[in-house]
């Protein structure tokens, strides 16, 4: 992939799960870079509405059929990026089973498809939960693993199976492990697509739109503040970390370089502890929490927070918007959801 500008720059990029939450801001920052996104998605939980005025195949990944008609018509898509999946954590414990076919095993036909294909070059929306946190939360992307759930294991072995893959076959693969996305588009086009989402800033502005509590779950962890601790990063970031990844992919991975995978962090370097967020919430909010303090959900763990010299390195990119960036651009986008996403 070139610079925007250069003779390549209208390559097409296939975005799976392109109409969730992560994945349609992706999709997004793209459009404002000049690449031209094609979305694939089943909207199990993705948005139609995300769709709007961009090309567009609702399906399934495993569907071998759909994935030769998108490549068939669409011939110059020269990158993938991978965010279809299921997330919820205590969910993931209670359908292990569910997680792993969802995950796992329809992303390995998803890479027989692509392969078939000529795919070459694939982004995997991969997981800071598969870490083991060291003594000061801090990780990076040389630090041990150990997944907690379900749904965390079934990101480590898909990075395994992708740095197989792409040891035995043309496909280069780039993992870039998220943190904890918050915020919306900051031009509204799309946002957290749930009511009821269940990461913490979610349940937080569900809390004061229901005058109800929010929980912490988990102050005994071994924490400054004892309340878990995370690294928040704004979806426009992140979003735009995959583009600079797109932009700059050859020169990370290079063709018939000998490296074939490899994996970045994408977080801001700073870890926030859940009493602090809802400090930042309440900076914000004009309406204030009501907090209550509980047990820590199934799959939960301390948490950790990236050190960001990779990403630094590699994408020459770091966040620009803050955690009360993150916070105002969800609360206006929470309060045009309905409008924008008719409940179904």
Not at 54 to 74: K, M, P, T, V, W
Not at 211 to 237: A, K, M
Not at 267 to 280: D, I, L, P, S, Y
Request: charged fraction near 25%; proline fraction near 6%.
């Amino acid at each position: 992939m070139t610079r925007q500008g250069d003779t390549e720059a209208a390559l097409k990029v296939l975005v799976a799960g392109g109409a969730g939450f992560i994945g349609s801001t992706v999709v997004s920052a793209c459009l404002d870079d000049g690449l031209e996104p094609v979305i694939l998605d089943n909207l199990n939980t993705g948005r139609r509405e995300f769709t709007r005025d961009r090309i567009f195949y609702q399906g399934d990944i495993a569907d071998g059929a759909l994935i030769d008609r998108i490549f068939a018509e669409h011939p110059e898509i020269g990158a993938v990026v991978h965010a279809a999946a299921l997330i919820v954590v205590p969910e993931s414990v209670a359908q292990p089973l569910r997680y792993y076919r969802e995950n796992v095993a329809k992303s390995v036909d998803f890479l027989d498809h692509l392969l078939r294909n000529g795919c070459e070059r694939l982004l995997f929306s991969s997981s800071a939960s598969i870490y083991r946190p060291g003594e000061d939360f801090s990780v990076d992307e040389d630090s041990v693993l150990d997944p907690t759930s379900p749904y965390a294991r079934t990101k480590a072995m898909l990075e395994a199976i992708l740095a197989d893959t792409a040891d035995a076959s043309p496909l280069r693969a780039l993992s870039l492990r998220y943190f904890n996305p918050v915020g919306a588009d900051p031009m509204m086009r799309t946002g957290l697509q749930l009511r009821r989402p269940s990461h913490a800033l979610g349940k937080m502005i569900s809390a004061v739109e229901s005058d109800d509590e929010f929980l912490i779950t988990g102050v005994d962890w071994p924490t400054r503040d004892g309340s878990g601790i995370r690294d928040y990063i704004h979806v426009w970031d992140l979003a735009r970390a995959h583009v600079q990844a797109l932009r700059r992919f050859d020169d990370i991975l290079p063709p018939g370089g000998g490296r074939s995978h490899d994996v970045i962090n994408l977080g801001t370097g700073n870890g926030t502890t859940v009493r602090e967020f809802v400090t930042a919430f309440n900076a914000v909010s004009d309406r204030p929490l009501r907090v209550r303090e509980t047990g820590p959900r199934p799959g939960d763990s301390a948490g950790s927070y990236t050190r960001t010299g990779r990403s630094r390195r590699l994408l020459d990119w770091k966040p620009e918007l803050t955690l009360e960036d993150g916070i105002r651009h969800s609360l206006e986008w929470a309060a045009r959801r309905d409008a924008v996403l008719p409940p179904a």
